[in-house]
């Protein structure tokens, strides 16, 4: 009985497998999937397209066909293929969150690498580790990395009468009477809250401020989660020593430091101002309302800014600074029928085409050859005509966050939906204890932590 | 004379029944496998059998899936009724002798269920924020209380207003109901209204006496598959919220729990288990409808035999 | 005197309903509101039915804000050159150069704001999805698989209304549990068929199965069709008509309503479609229909609400018109109930 339910399932992958489509021409095809990550933004289609056309002239062996699935769909539509018996081959760019997503779902490229003596030095070796995983092997091959900074709206600044940040690590902040403050994260709230306004003009340091009515903000992380919060205070994770969960104290730190900011000081924009018209639905940079935004290079790629802006660095967190990391990269399935076709395509994307593909997704090449002036160029071309810190964001990779905050959990997406679930609470509600739902967030995780070791 | 009948039967549904056989048995069966194995969408090669763990998993060690039933029963209860009403209401006043530009009322009350659905969820997420949505602003401007803000009507964050809420998002899409109704009422023929109205019938007496018996297949019909829908309810809570089951897991209904079970953990067998529960839930309230059909479905064709 | 109060009633009636449709309608004001503007205009502070943007005046080759700022008892219109938070700077269009120190706070003044609609929304989202293309294949899918169901289905729900057959209840309940099953969980293995059949990549997934016939078709027309008095077939067979010419010439026009409503909703729910167009047809954008062509404006972080609220528009024309005719035939229907017998 056991068998015989099991030998349906079978058939269906068995049969899906090798039936299928003929195979038209004697071309091997490979198909390339985008949308977990970067590459399913409307101006970035045409150029992959016009990338893959040019790969299938180049060469009479691989036909290469290019998927791209909106991202809110990648999910679904990449499982179904998976496991319908119609893999795609090649799936990126992906990031560390997209690829743990998808545990087991990978070959690993160590073989490959080897067998067509693929040359790693082009890559640093400790990104090339980045991407080792114990029991599972090389897990992608480094394509991109997107450090994170500051982008500082200046014209808020110069309304409200404060001195810019500093323009480079290290450097203190001085503010309008030039007395000098470290850069970190006590200044930022301080001068966050001058630049936080409701609609009469009221700052949030003012007596008369109305927090129902704010139509400004001082500070705010665009697009992130309770780990990319809390590394805005120090690198951490949530998986102990012994498997079981842990709470960094610095990332409750940090989640009290924004929850306070949200409801208490009114600095950081909270869940519905968030999502509102205002701050356009989340792209909080871009509508002008918010003078200090953490977010990562990608933002630059195509954010549409029609205000005087500049990068400024990570303000710290006793005296260290962490700017969270994005790194994407390229896999292939272990659905794959062609391998061997893959890691053709794979090699191309990652290194011959590597600098043209990083200008059209806005991340820094990971090949080390192609980073001299890569950001210089980039801004060139997409922010004509102004002058950025750029050593800011060069800066940054070194203060980049490990372990990394998208890095591997146990059961991760269920620890992932729980942790979400408070960062909704704490987003959304303003009388939250938030140290009782820390210590609430910690057993839960802890039990889903524990049962995936069984 | 019955073998003809049975054959002409037969005939007359032979498309569905080869549809069936080609198209749904095989997945039908194939997802009840499902259940019993332990099948990881990302990696199907690594599929192994447990019988019937999954099922007990959901039955006996994850409180989650009960309460999820329970949160679908009680939102079915205020979302049917409401929604039933309301279309019902809409359909009347569409159908009223007294109504002038009926079309353009009609295409008017319709309009919402053309919308992409892409565009109606950025339109609802719009107007129900509570600082910036128009809903919150309408009122506020009419009734002159201050409801904007957090301290104000929290459409999407209150746990009391919640299931009210996606109650109001589900009026909106309700154009198919109202034109069922109304096509049911279009079938009334003329000569009842006005014998009862010979008889002396008030407007309400109508409306009981001829009006609502005839339309029992209709209502039969929106009743039967609204509660079917609502077991599946998922779409707006999943966009609104990615299915967070925000506020306080009360959007954490059956159909989300699936969805996220099935193609975010990927765990196809345990989803399995869960799509599996809210059919079972689905064909009792249903089988349930069709016993009890015969005591208030009037058909004048006769109902006898369903 | 009583057509008078006649038509009293009916004013006062229809425009109960129109308040009603207003109060309906209003997301759907937004939804259109937003389609005419920026996403600057979107997020603007004044959070207005028009779309409206402040008015400018150019000096020296910027554009600054103009602002009605009270100056000795008079408001008068003048720009705004440098904002402060106690004081701010302004110029008066009339007399160029010359500056006017304003002291108090700029944010309690209000802007003069012109009516700024972004007909170009709509050219936009036009060109960026490629609408004729996506157009083509949504027409071709929805009135394909619209005649499909609408024939198929009309048949089986006949077979169920009319005839006993060994096995019916039985048979029905099984028609209804391919809706009560979600469809999501048989989507998989559905899939998997599908591929097996070489038809992942081309529509056949798509419309093949509409012709024979769906759950939700079938039991709205058996409902419809059990309402209509047997004497009507037993007069045609009499008459010598066989069950294929007793459902097409006389059940069926019984049945208009329903079957132009069954018609309408498989149209519309063809026309919306998205999951299975996006998982069947993934990479082949020259097979996209408007659903998915939709998604371009809805990128990972930033969507581009106006351009999806404005393609929504285009895609809504159609479907609008088909029902607006679809309505003809209702109103057909209310009048020949009258010898209905």
């Keep these: 009985m056991r068998r015989y339910l099991l030998l349906i399932v079978a058939l269906v992958l068995v049969l899906a497998g090798c039936g299928g489509p003929a195979q038209k021409a004697e071309k091997t095809q490979v198909r390339w999937f985008v949308g977990l990550g970067a590459g399913t933004d409307e101006p970035t289609i045409a150029a992959q397209e016009e990338i893959v056309k040019r790969y299938n002239e180049s060469q009479d062996e691989i036909e290469l066909v290019l998927e791209i699935v909106p991202n809110n769909q990648a999910y679904q539509t990449l499982a179904t293929e998976l496991s319908g018996g119609n893999a795609p081959d090649v799936v990126g760019p992906v990031g560390i969150r997209g690829r743990d997503s998808f545990k087991g779902a990978w070959i690993d490229l160590q073989p490959l690498v080897e067998k067509y003596q693929f040359d790693l030095s082009i890559f640093d070796a400790p990104m090339v580790d980045f991407y080792r995983n114990p029991g599972e092997g090389l897990l992608g091959l480094p394509f991109a990395i997107y450090p994170s900074f500051l982008y500082v709206n200046e014209e808020l600044f110069e309304e409200a009468g404060i001195p810019l940040p500093p323009t480079e690590y290290g450097q203190p902040y001085v503010d309008e009477n030039g007395k000098s403050w470290p850069w970190d994260m006590d200044t930022v709230k301080r001068i966050a809250m001058k630049l936080t306004v409701d609609q009469n003009g009221n700052d949030a340091s003012s007596p008369d401020f109305d927090p129902q009515n704010i139509v400004q903000w001082g500070f705010g992380i665009q697009w992130t989660d309770a780990r990319g919060i809390g590394t805005l205070f120090g690198p951490g994770t949530f998986v102990a020593p012994d498997g079981g969960a842990q709470i960094p104290p610095h990332w409750a730190e940090a989640w009290k430091w924004v929850y306070d900011g949200m409801w208490k000081s009114h600095f950081y924009p909270n869940g519905p101002y968030g999502s509102s018209d205002l701050l356009k639905n989340g792209d909080w940079f871009s509508s002008g309302r918010v003078a200090m935004v953490h977010c990562h290079l990608w933002y630059a790629g195509f954010a549409e800014i029609n205000f005087k802006w500049n990068v400024y660095p990570v303000p710290a967190y006793k005296g260290k600074t962490t700017a969270k990391m994005h790194a994407d990269t390229f896999l292939i399935t272990k659905q794959s029928k062609n391998p061997d076709a893959a890691f053709k395509v794979l090699s191309y994307l990652v290194d011959d085409v590597a600098g043209e593909l990083c200008a059209v997704y806005g991340g820094m090449p990971a090949k080390k050859e192609l980073q001299g002036d890569f950001l210089e160029t980039f801004f060139a071309k997409r922010w004509p005509g102004q002058e950025f810190n750029l050593k800011v964001i060069q800066d940054s990779i070194q203060f980049a966050d490990n372990p990394n905050h998208e890095s591997w959990m146990p059961s991760f997406q269920e620890a992932n939906t729980r942790y979400n679930q408070f960062t909704d609470l704490i987003f959304n509600n303003p009388d939250v204890d938030v140290d009782a739902e820390i210590q609430r967030l910690k057993e839960d995780l802890d039990k889903i932590f524990r049962a995936a070791q069984q | ?306 | 005197m009583r057509e008078q109060r006649l038509l009293l009633r009916r004013v006062v009636f229809t425009l109960g309903v129109a308040v009603l449709a207003a109060v309906y309608l209003l997301p759907l004001m937004y939804g259109l509101s937003m389609s005419l503007k920026t996403r600057d205009q979107i997020a603007s502070a004044k959070l207005s039915i028009l779309p409206l943007s402040p008015r400018t005046w150019e000096y020296e080759g910027r554009q600054y804000d103009l602002y009605e700022v009270p100056v000795d008892g008079e408001v008068r219109i003048l720009a705004m050159m440098k904002r402060g938070r106690t004081s701010s700077v302004f110029m008066d269009p009339q007399q160029p150069g010359e500056q006017i120190v304003w002291e108090g706070n700029w944010r309690t003044l209000d802007r003069v704001w012109k009516v700024d609609p972004q007909w170009s929304n709509f050219a936009e989202a036009w060109k960026a999805t490629k609408f004729p293309v996506l157009l083509k294949n949504t027409v071709l899918y929805a009135v394909i698989t619209t005649f499909g169901t609408v024939l198929s289905s009309l048949l089986v729900a006949y077979g169920f209304a009319r005839f006993s057959f060994p096995g019916k209840n039985v048979l029905f309940v099984v028609l209804m549990s391919t809706i009560i099953l979600p469809s999501a969980v048989t989507s998989i293995p559905t899939y998997a068929m599908f591929y097996f059949l070489g038809w992942v990549g081309t529509w056949l997934p798509l419309m093949v199965p509409a012709f024979f016939s769906n759950a939700y078709n079938v039991f709205l027309l058996r409902q419809f069709l059990m309402g209509i008095p047997r004497e009507l077939d037993e007069a045609a067979r009499i008459d010598g008509a066989g069950p294929l010419r007793t459902l097409f010439q006389i059940i069926a026009p019984q049945a208009t309503p329903a079957i132009i409503a069954v018609a309408l909703f498989h149209f519309f729910f063809a026309w919306n479609d998205f999951f299975g167009p996006l998982i069947y047809l993934s990479g082949k954008g020259d097979l996209y229909p408007i659903s998915i062509g939709l998604t371009v404006f809805n990128n990972m972080y930033t969507s581009q609400n106006h351009l999806i609220q404005a393609a929504a528009l285009i895609a809504s024309v159609i479907p609008l018109v088909v029902f607006a005719f679809a309505q003809r035939v209702f109103m057909q229907r209310l009048i020949d109930t009258g010898v209905f017998k």
């Design chain 2, 1 to 306: 004379m019955r073998l003809w009948e049975y054959r002409w039967g037969l005939a007359f549904i032979a498309p569905w029944l080869l549809g069936f056989l080609i198209f749904y048995l095989f997945p039908m069966v194939a997802s009840f496998v499902f259940s019993l194995l332990d099948f990881s969408l990302a990696d199907p090669g690594a599929t192994t059998f447990v019988g019937f763990v999954n099922w007990r998993r959901a039955f006996v060690e994850d409180p989650e899936v009960l309460a999820s039933v329970g949160r679908i029963l009680l939102f079915a209860l205020i979302s049917l009724p409401i929604g039933m009403l309301f279309a019902l209401a809409v359909a009347l006043l569409l159908h009223s002798r007294y109504l002038l530009g009926t079309r353009a009322f009609r295409t008017l009350f319709y309009l919402p269920s053309i919308v992409p659905f892409v565009a109606a969820v950025i339109i609802w997420q719009g107007v129900l924020n509570e600082h910036t949505g128009w809903i919150n602003l309408a009122i506020e401007g009419i009734t002159g209380l201050d409801v904007t803000g957090t301290d104000g009507i929290r459409w999407l964050a209150d746990p009391r207003l919640i299931y009210f809420t996606y109650t109001l998002i589900g009026l909106w899409g309700l154009g198919n109901t109202i034109i069922i109704f109304l096509a049911g009422l279009q079938g009334i023929p003329i000569e009842l209204y006005e014998a009862a109205q010979i008889d002396g019938a008030g407007p309400a007496q109508r409306f009981f006496s001829v009006t609502l018996p005839l339309i029992t297949p209709v209502v039969f019909y929106n009743v039967v598959i609204g509660v079917i829908g609502l077991m599946q309810y998922f779409l707006p809570p999943y966009v609104i919220n990615m299915g967070s089951g925000f506020p306080n897991g009360m959007t954490n209904f059956p159909m989300i729990y699936f969805y996220r079970q099935a193609f975010t953990y990927l765990n196809m067998g345990y989803g399995a288990v869960i799509a599996w529960i809210i059919f079972f839930l689905g064909l009792f309230f249903t089988l349930i409808l069709f016993r009890t059909s015969r005591y208030w479905v009037f058909y004048a064709g006769g109902g006898e035999e369903s």
